[in-house]
């Protein structure tokens, strides 16, 4: 069989990544993450797309050097289209079609939260088709059916605020860095669930982070009326608080989806599945429902370009390359 090297590059947001793939396999993700916006309490666009211009190049360098073969050797080039912030996307989408031409290799798009999904064919045991994913991130909140490495839908998805927005403006309140995700997780596993906020009531296979934000406003808000030291005195069973509720409203939802399907074989994907509580809880509700479980290995779980190539491999096999005209979309259809 003939040998398949992929480089792939990710610069949706505020992590520039690049990744060789032979094969499918994994030989290198190399990414940059960028410090500049945690003093802003969110991503600055601007600084975002500057960063992945001065990243890019180390960045790609690295991971050829560290998969032991050399630029020649690159037999395509897999890239994020979007979704994402327009600028950032345009350093990597640049970048792979200049890439592309010079060498007079193929160009393959790949769509952000695809890429999320099927970073869980990075490593065996591979989820059998079809599956469901609940893709969490900073920007998207999904419940998806995979029929296929091409073929996917969308059983439901959040009307208002992503998972991890409901982590990062939530840590905001309380004065934490960005992106608060992971130090509220932090946090959390020394306090316990001791407070209660609002639960949205959506029927369907949707999700509504918009109400808990706004409950734990006033909440804070109240308390510290009280107590200018609240937050201080109890981070740790705020967060843990913070951290059930949100789990609770995810896991809800892929119960609901895995009985209205039928499928027990159940993944999680995208930043928020670095979570240590929605990780276990992901296995409780396995143990408890019969379901087999998919869990990325944190590496996976966060923005990088190893799950971009894993993408763009399956499409290089199905033959489906993209021309010079594609343009970066913040939007982009599923
Ligand atoms: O997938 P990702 O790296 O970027 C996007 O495509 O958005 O996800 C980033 C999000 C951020 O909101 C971050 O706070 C959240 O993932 N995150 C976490 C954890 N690690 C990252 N949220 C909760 N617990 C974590 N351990
Ligand atoms: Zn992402």
Redesign the pocket.
């Known amino acids: 069989m003939k040998t398949n090297i992929l480089l792939a590059i990710e610069s949706?947001?505020?992590?520039t990544s690049a990744a060789i793939i032979i094969d499918g396999v994994v030989k290198s993700n190399i990414t940059a993450t960028q410090d500049v916006h945690k003093a802003y309490g969110g991503v600055i666009p601007e600084a975002a797309s500057r960063n992945h211009e001065i990243n890019i190049i180390p960045v790609v360098s690295k991971a050829i050097k560290e998969a032991g073969i050399s630029k020649n050797d690159i037999q395509a080039i897999g890239v994020t289209r979007g979704p994402?912030l327009l600028g950032s996307l345009i350093v990597g989408l640049s970048f792979a079609k200049g890439f592309a031409l010079a060498n007079n290799i193929p160009l393959i798009e790949v769509h952000?939260?695809k890429a999320?999904i099927l970073a869980h064919f990075a490593e065996k045991p591979y989820p059998p088709f079809p599956f469901l994913c609940l893709t969490?991130?900073?920007?998207?909140t999904q419940i998806v059916k995979i029929d296929d490495y091409h073929d996917m839908e969308i059983l439901g998805q959040t009307i208002d605020d992503?998972?991890?927005?409901a982590?990062?403006k939530s840590?905001k309140m309380m004065g934490l860095d960005?992106?608060?995700?992971?130090i509220?997780?932090?946090l959390a596993q020394k306090g316990k669930p001791i407070y209660q906020f609002g639960i949205p009531k959506i029927a369907n296979l949707d999700f509504s982070f918009s109400g808990l934000k706004t409950s734990i406003r006033y909440f804070l808000r109240d308390h510290l009326k009280e107590d200018p030291k609240f937050i201080e005195k109890e981070k740790e069973n705020i967060c843990c608080s913070i951290?059930t509720s949100?789990v609770n409203i995810l896991m809800a939802k892929i119960k609901k989806a895995a009985d209205e399907t039928g499928i027990s074989h159940i993944a999680i994907a995208?930043?928020?599945?670095?979570?240590?509580?929605?990780r276990s809880e992901l296995k409780r509700y396995g143990t408890e429902y019969g379901w087999n479980t998919y869990i990325p290995k944190f590496e996976y779980?966060?923005?990088?370009a190893a799950m971009i190539g894993i993408s763009a491999y399956y499409k290089l096999l199905a033959k489906d390359f993209s021309n010079q005209e594609i343009t970066p979309a913040a939007r982009l259809e599923f």
Do not use: R, W
């Not at 949706?12 to 992590?15: E, G, H, L, P, V």
């Not at 969490?136 to 998207?140: D, F, N, R, T």
């Not at 995208?270 to 929605?278: E, M």
């Open positions: 949706s947001c505020d992590d994402g952000h939260m999320h969490v991130s900073g920007g998207h992503a998972a991890g927005e982590f990062d840590g960005y992106p608060a995700g992971p509220i997780d932090k951290q949100i995208g930043g928020v599945s670095a979570n240590s509580f929605l779980c966060t923005d990088n």
